[in-house]
């Protein structure tokens, strides 16, 4: 079956300009998060959604960044007025629930210039 | 405070070499759950296995095995008969059940480089 999928793969912005991330999870799982993966700060958590509500949000880094999940599927992340240290792997992972293993997408590379 | 470390960076050996990747955890929780993910140079991070709190069952997988020990809070990786395929930065996660959400923690990932 179709793993989680994630659109663009790579991603080049100037700084001040909005990005949106694009996450499609594992059909039937409910979980759906968010992290980032940076050289300086390793895996990090930024949101979680059950279902279309996200519980936690406490990993968004600023207000810069918010996320929706609509029809318990399709995730995405928006990056508004970008960042040189928004630059990063943003990667997207889904399970049946919380607690199970969560599969992972290929991430997406936003380089912000 | 939850909290993974792999005290190990970068572990190079030479193909069919055995290989232990440490991790250590912190938690307060009583019920939680361990992982390992393989993240290989194509970058997609790869589930490996998932250990719950109250199983400390060691776990053979083909050339892969794990050692779960609560006393020491440690949950150890190791691969027998390494191969170059092995090669690969490897996570150790943990979910603690008062996160309420199930996101993980992870530690800094170790390097492991095989050589032929």
């Known amino acids: 079956g179709a793993g989680v999928s994630q659109s663009p793969s790579n991603k080049v912005t100037e700084k001040g300009k909005d990005v949106e991330l694009r996450c499609d999870p594992i059909s039937g799982h409910t979980a759906l998060y968010w992290y980032r993966q940076s050289l300086g700060q390793g895996l990090e958590f930024l949101i979680y959604f059950q279902g279309n509500s996200a519980p936690d949000k406490s990993g968004l880094p600023s207000d810069r960044f918010s996320a929706e999940r609509t029809g318990g599927s399709v995730s995405t992340l928006t990056i508004q007025r970008t960042q040189q240290e928004d630059s990063a792997v943003y990667l997207c992972a889904s399970s049946l629930a919380r607690e199970h293993e969560q599969y992972f997408g290929p991430g997406t590379r936003l380089t912000v210039t | 405070a939850q909290k993974v470390t792999q005290a190990q960076t970068e572990i190079s050996v030479v193909e069919k070499e055995d290989v232990t990747l440490d991790c250590v955890y912190e938690?307060?929780?009583?019920?939680?759950?361990l992982f390992w993910y393989k993240q290989p140079p194509s970058g997609e991070l790869v589930f490996l296995i998932r250990?719950?709190?109250?199983?400390?069952q060691n776990e053979i997988s083909g050339r892969y095995s794990w050692n779960f020990q609560k006393s020491t809070s440690s949950f150890n990786f190791t691969i027998t008969a390494s191969q170059v395929v092995d090669s690969a930065v490897y996570f150790c996660?943990?979910?603690?059940?008062?996160?309420?959400?199930?996101?993980?923690?992870f530690g800094q990932g170790t390097t492991l480089q095989v050589k032929p």
């Open positions: 938690t307060r929780d009583t019920t939680y759950y």
């Open positions: 996660a943990l979910s603690a059940r008062s996160s309420n959400t199930g996101k993980l923690i």
């Open positions: 250990r719950n709190s109250f199983d400390e």
